[in-house]
């Protein structure tokens, strides 16, 4: 409920046409639903420009699809069923089949193409499902994004190369694991917002991706922000968000 | 050096005005200037859209006045000295003198304002200073944020009796130490890009702001991106990068 | 053995009635039964208040059948067998059936309803298993808790939405994994009580729960208490142990 | 702003003697007082029953004394100052004298006494400042409590011999740093709410009281909670939202 | 080789018996077999008084068998075989069926029976494993301990009824989990070199043993000694060297 | 490209061969094979002296089939898979049979042998598999490696023993678990490069290596390296880096 | 209070001498003098055959003196206070000037000599400070160590020829920094009790003596203990309960 | 005493020149000297290449100067102390004066130059005493580094603008704080031998250099080594062993 919401709301009351309790009880019944186990959030949506998405993990099959029904007949977005297991994604297809499986990822009604710029740099080929992650996400809001894929700074002529493209870019995704160097080479390079993801690819000392966000975040490059260990979806909703700013301009 | 100077190298080349041996000095020459005990590096600001800017710790206040200098005599840009400490300060208003300081920041040539909504919600009065920081830096590059301090989650009202600034805002830097739920709060409120600013403010199991850190990166709050632990500069550099992407659009 | 029943048994010695090798004997015959494997402290329900739990990992089956029949048979309290695996569950019920189960969680012997206003908040509806854990426990004290699910940061309104019940209620347990700031935003609302338990949901850094515990550890709110990660039922014995207070007062 | 209030208001507004506007103003001007470096939440007084308290570090002298008069002129509650700094505590007592100084603590205005059984037990005597810590913030609120120096677990006799003053405390508080062993022992022994302060007291392996927080949390004795290293504060508060939840049943 | 067998040796070099490069192989020669995969280490038994034990992880069963026969056929002492799969035991079974197995420790070969007063005192049942361990291989040695089950601290009464049997003890060895505080609590009732392992059991803030192993190397009681986590193996070890020093006095 | 070939490229552009646009594409097309999923590197062979070797975690059998044609195709080298899992190797060797299994490494195409005196020494039998993935690795750039297993430090005769074998060395790749104080003693013993891989052996306090790691990096003697945790490969890459220094001197 | 007196106290009650009431409180007075600030325990010398040692850290020089005063007034045995600084070293000289300063550390009354071959060995010089503490603190007992100094392990061949004293030794302690291969070294010659003190000595990954505690705990020598880190009077102490055994039997 | 020495001894004995108990003393009697606080080891340079350096820290003055002039007046090679701090470098220097002094590090005797081509490259200017320390060593064994300062990553073009001298270094040690690229972007352009040393520089995130140790080890470019946080003297030592490897063969 915005200002304008409460405005209309206090006028109504002004006018008789709501009494206090009525209202007071307006207040209380912001838009989201309750399921019992999960509350969903319609209202998120018009607030922060982005729809519920459903984290799968410790959720039962069936709780996955009443949500997903939930926020496919009373929202108009896009929805997501993130890190699904097999078994989630089985009750989800049966209920609602129309949708997009990448991996552990299931998305409905994806959002009208719309124009950006975004590029999703991978420094390994491990790092691929974390940049899949991210894509469709990005998918979702209408985004197809440019891929670069294998562009580690151990070979750094394979980056090079690809210069242009990142001189292009309006958001840069980088995602790597072990180290996490992309981050600040592509950060040297290119003016653009830059959102790092560290993954949790590598062993030992790579730490499950400890190693590569402390890595990010002790960069020498200005300006580089990064998200959590091998979140492809925090770092789509990021550039979103950023997409968003350059389109309210 | 861009694809645009290097085309019309080569052009030169093929006429016959550089030759070989000559272009590939130009190559090498790239536009950074060696002191010796460093490299000053004037492309970045083409490249990046930021400035180099000068990081105190463990250089010698001879060592800072000589590149403020090469800064203010070779660049045009604004000019920052960040983490300083006493004796670098004295030494380089010495030096140059027509400088604003704010704590341990130096700043020269402030760039001419630019309008820009950013917000700098601050969790405590104890994250000031890394507050200010941001707020320094922001000012260089010609954009004066919104203001929000002591606006900590443990007193949600303080927080949400500025809303409609949150609302506004075109980019939200959050810092805070000790837990650092301001950023989950503010992502959660905000439609706009949100970075999170740990800080090291808190004691015991605040683990030197460990635990901020680990925390926005946690967040249940979607889009949301984090920087360093105190890194106030690296926050309002990411906030220009996001300014600069929605002024080429 | 308490004072009283130390004070009478030193009138017996006095009167003559129990010679001091019988007194050192009981003495040392503390009202606990050892079953070779395990000692089972009936004392510790009149010391503490709170009857021996058996903690499933690690044992046998047939230890765990052992030990909840001394328990049912010597004892008059709730009994209750926590973190029990599939093949634990199936002996105990085999041998006592009258239990209630929840998840991994066995209770027989449920004490009469008492009346307290507990409510048990809950971040996400991945953290459900441990406030289902927690509910159970504080049944078989008699309490029967108000929940609250799905009540994160990230969507403040809902937790705003349920004001009155966090200002009503006597304790408030709220459970949150991933950066675990409800318990910093409940703390703020709230005049009763806190008890925060982080839970080990979320991925990455997240840290299974360590991210969690350090935050609500390095709150800004005063006077939260915070029990071990994933502990619902530490948090519900923590909560019994105060309604005992107010019952006593 | 409580519901009443809330109520209130809207009724105003439906009388006609409050315009909309005028009511969305107030519902944004909610009681606390902004200095500009800080905002004062009086309203935090009635909401959780404890007065905002003053957390020193990062403040300046200047900061605290405009705090501390906010809080005195326009509050009626008992004002603290923590972990102040020399500098700090002159500058306070300089501009209000009628204070109570310990250690690092300033309290004014302490509450008129009240009726409670508070113990704070330390396990030895460099655990002292906290507890001392503790001990002004119980005053502050009307409480004396009980102090048990010196009672660690290594020599168990001196903590049995107080076995009696346990058992008739109303909630304790156990203070211990290295390996924070006391907890666990108090939590077998008292049926009352135990709040385990882990110290930064020790070297080495204590690891400034990270090894004490951790071992609390892993304690085998059931329902005890636990708060931050050194936070005699925290742990004050958190009894005194006890003694509240019992004067109010 | 030690000191008379050096002596011995260059006394035959001396008398012509033995060339100087026949010494030099000697010297080399050093008494351990040498199987390709692994060095049969003959001499430390005679050294350090221990047999070689195999420590069975990442061993292929056949290479566990070789080992074994040697040990048996050019050894006189005990065999141990340590942290064993199935597999692995079912190989070594088969080639030397005349052994006792404990969980997955094999034993061959016990020595004959010593007088000695070991305890073995064990905090929780889920502990047990660990302290199996350490009583086999006390076994291996001769020595059959006493076991004390259950004695954690959270029920301090059950600790203080034995006592008499910790003042009795020549050696104490304590196995806690969690909070590992049993060390403490023995460290402080008994005289006798007390030897602590921290064991794995526990979940979340135990750390897998990290929280107990900090928390006995931090503890107040005076000289206690601490083995590696879940180093049942270790204890035993280090409680037969002391056994050995008070044989040889 | 080198910079005889950037001159070589600049004196065609000079003569009117070459015209820009196209020396700026031939600048852009450096020598590696972009697949899609993965970019092979075949220049860095000549750059470094390093074949690409492939790591197969992540990536699914198609692609790694793919990755060892292109290699085998187009380069001449020898070719590796290195934690190759069985669906993997399977794939592999099915379409290019010609290979060397040792454990998860996959080899084809081995390089002529080479004179070299590298000897790796491990310390406990658990750590074979490493040695085993350094061995490989050696071998397949020609070199045998003269192989010392089981020779750790709590037997430093068996150490001695191999006294003349270490001082021949030309490196030494040193593998050891647990504390991994293996690679201080062959330091302070050997005159040639030591290359120290810490291993995940050992439970408990050994955390899965990294307290191997930090003990080799805190090693008193002077001038040992450290790779990362079970790094075979690594290793063996800095045995072969040195061998190719020594060859061309 | 031991068992003969406990049972000389009952038949004191029996005989009608004592009083039931008087017998409780006698129960009470356990034999520790409490100074108000501190528990003075004479008792524990009986109980762990170890005086009371005042740890310096945080207590006043004024309690340090009286606490030094109560223990020479009313016990017998030798006094020690530790990790004192100079104030408080000043405040119990001026009070009680016959004492033995060592570094940080002051002894009253050493016991008389008595017969024991303990070995204090040491890596480097710079961890002497840590010996000088296990030294004086083995003085106080009446114990004259044998010290070798600078024998550690990357110069193995210092510490060979010490192999006799090794063997000759009743106990090892063993005190190194940096990576603590020395109680590797020394547990795998020697077959006497070896007492491992990790020290803080070293930089960066020595991580201020973690690193070395791990290490230790992690090592492949059977039967080595560990006390904490730089905990030179835990490891004396320790020594002694081993040699009181040796005595006893 | 190496293989030759020792038969030479065996021949003395068996010719009868000298008498078994000579032999045997002379087998102790390796060439260190004693000075009661330091064992001198003159030996070890014969065996590892490498001169004692005398590390500073924890030792006194005097301390530094007898070890010193035992090393320069019964040895011949360089003679290195490190991290010493004022007051040793004065003591030093007036007992000899004839040193060069860099930083911490003094230096005395430095070897005849020597023909090498070592690389010394650093990521930026507050790693410049790391540098310093490492070309200090250096220059002791004869060798003149080639210093690249500044070359860090964020700036790539500066290190591409030196890829010629990279191309030709013997040996390179890359030195980074913060998160530690450069390592990784060295060892995809060279194929020298490549030591990379983490430093401390950097602050939050970074965690003292331990970020940079993890990345380093973590890194996609194969066959680089790690040395300790800041040790630039075993980097340089490590670079030594390479360079004897080289001129041996």
């Not at 019944?29 to 607030?47: K, Q, V």
């Not at 830059?194 to 400890?210: D, M, N, Q, R, W």
């Amino acid at each position: 409920m915005n200002e304008i919401e409460l405005r209309e709301l206090l006028e109504q009351v002004k006018a008789g046409n709501i009494g206090p309790d009525d209202a007071l009880n307006s207040l209380r019944r912001l838009p989201f639903a309750d399921l019992g186990h999960a509350r969903i959030d319609h209202h998120r949506s018009l607030r922060t420009g982005a729809p519920e998405a459903i984290y799968g993990p410790n959720k039962s099959p069936e709780h996955c699809v009443s949500i997903v029904a939930e926020l496919l007949d009373n929202g108009t977005g896009p929805v997501l069923l993130t890190r699904a297991n097999d078994e989630q994604i089985d009750a989800v297809l049966q209920a609602h089949d129309d949708a997009t499986v990448v991996g552990p990822t299931v998305l409905w009604r994806a959002a009208t193409p719309r124009n950006a710029n975004i590029v999703v740099a991978c420094a390994g080929t491990a790092d691929l499902p974390v940049a899949d992650e991210a894509c469709v996400v990005l998918n979702a809001h209408g985004v197809t994004p440019t891929r670069l894929n294998d562009v580690g700074v151990a070979g750094l002529h394979r980056l090079l190369a690809e210069l242009d493209t990142l001189l292009d870019a309006e958001v840069v995704i980088t995602i790597a694991g072990m180290e996490g160097a992309l981050a600040t080479a592509v950060g040297g390079l290119s003016a653009a917002p830059v959102i790092a993801v560290p993954t949790s690819v590598g062993y030992g000392a790579a730490l499950e991706g400890v190693t590569a966000l402390l890595a990010m975040h002790a960069t020498c490059a200005a300006g580089i922000t990064v998200v959590g260990i091998d979140n492809g979806f925090g770092a789509a909703m990021a550039a979103i968000r950023i997409l968003d700013l350059r389109d309210r301009s």
